[in-house]
């Protein structure tokens, strides 16, 4: 019985030892090919050579023939199955290694980031005086700084005198880049004070900054090359589109780069067609935007009250008596109200008046055409109420008193 009992733990030690045994041949042929493997990769003697698009050829034919065949993962993955069929190791093991050759190079051909402006100090085609305090210093190099803030893409210039003192500052919007010439971006002044030369003998000075009614931006229009323009003030965000400048009123006041005097008068004959179309573009935005807004004022249909023509004639004579004093014409005229509105004393409950409104357009003396409004009275007298009064125009009541397309006005 011993014997016996002996004989089986021999077995089993036996049979555990050899499944041991076996797991390690495993692993010492699964390391076996993966040095293999390596070993064939590095060499330029290799059967197969992969690339990003995953395509395999025969590197004997691939310098004959640059032709070679383009596989997808999944057809890659069936090349494998069929070349190592009784292999599922060795397919997982090559496959991977095919994908992270096809990622490394998707890495490599992904296309550069466009170059910075540079930290050299560069040259100002004219110098500007910064105003630092009290002092004003004469700059004739600055760096141009580019960088994200939480305000968006800004451009500083920093005068070589001194490279930590932001002297100007730059600011871009989404709504100012989706305007820009495409390969440009344009930029409004948000902070600094400088005096330049203007005009065409560059005799004449002016002092601008954020607080001018003058207009100031500048326009990256190639690596290390800026300009500055300027030009009167125009919109102004009442449409919730940038201002623009009249074309005719646009002056380059500087183009910063390359220290060579042909390079700032060549960019001096290229900036100004490139501000102007920028420029063109905010006022075609911003004429659209007002037209948009202008288009939607009416004028409110007439109500049961507009049937009363000695009402109507009333209220036509004394509002043209009253606008006329601005030099002001009435186009048309709507009585909105259907019936009187009467009003009481509040702790008495008596009748003090009633009343109707209406509404009126009307073209200024600078042909725009407005939308307003107007009350008409009668007071109340015990019995009966008293002939119609002027009520005046009515201020601060929305729809009246806003800007409209005379087209609809009339």
Known sequence: ?????????????????????????????????????????????????????????????SNQNSSKTEYTDEEFKAELAKKYPNDQAKQDLYYQKYLEK???????????????????????????????????VGVDRVKLRRQMTDMGDNVDLLPYQDPEYAWLRFLTTPELVMMSP???????????????????????????????????????????????????????????????MIQDDITILNVIG?????????????????????????????????????????????????SNTSLVNFAKEKVSETISKDGAKLLKLNIESNDWNIVKNK?????????????????????????QGFLIKQQYNGSGYSSSEFGGIIHGQMPYGQIMSCENAN
């Open 182 to 244: 495409e390969g440009y971006i344009g930029y409004e002044l948000v902070s600094g004070m400088f005096t330049t030369k203007i005009g065409a003998d560059r005799s004449r000075t002016i002092e601008l900054g954020t607080g001018m009614p003058i207009l100031v931006r500048g326009m990256l229009i190639a690596e290390d090359v800026f300009v500055i323009y300027a030009g009167s003030h125009q919109g102004g965000h009442a449409f919730n589109v940038p201002s623009y």
């Open 102 to 136: 096809k990622q490394k190079e998707a890495e490599a051909n992904k296309p550069k980031a466009a170059a910075k402006i540079g930290d050299e100090f560069l040259f100002m085609s004219y110098p500007f005086a910064m105003t630092k305090g009290m002092s004003a």
């Open 347 to 371: 702790y008495t409950g008596h009748i003090m008046y009633r009343w109707i409104k209406g509404a009126f357009t009307e073209k200024n003396k600078n042909n725009e055409c407005y939308l």
């Open 1 to 61: 019985m011993k014997k016996v009992v002996l004989f089986i733990a021999l077995a089993l030690c036996y049979g555990t030892s050899q499944a041991q045994f076996g797991k390690m041949l495993k692993k010492k042929a699964k390391a076996a090919v993966e040095k293999k493997l390596d070993k064939k990769e590095d060499t330029s003697s290799s059967s197969k050579t992969e690339n990003s698009s995953g395509m395999v050829g025969s590197s004997s034919t």
């Open 258 to 306: 390359k220290g060579e005097q042909q390079f700032h008068l060549d960019w001096l004959e290229k900036a100004k067609p490139i501000v102007q179309e920028f420029e063109a573009t905010l006022k075609a935005n911003y004429d659209a935007a007002a037209k948009a807004k202008t288009d939607a004022i009416k004028m409110p249909k007439a109500g049961a009250m507009n």
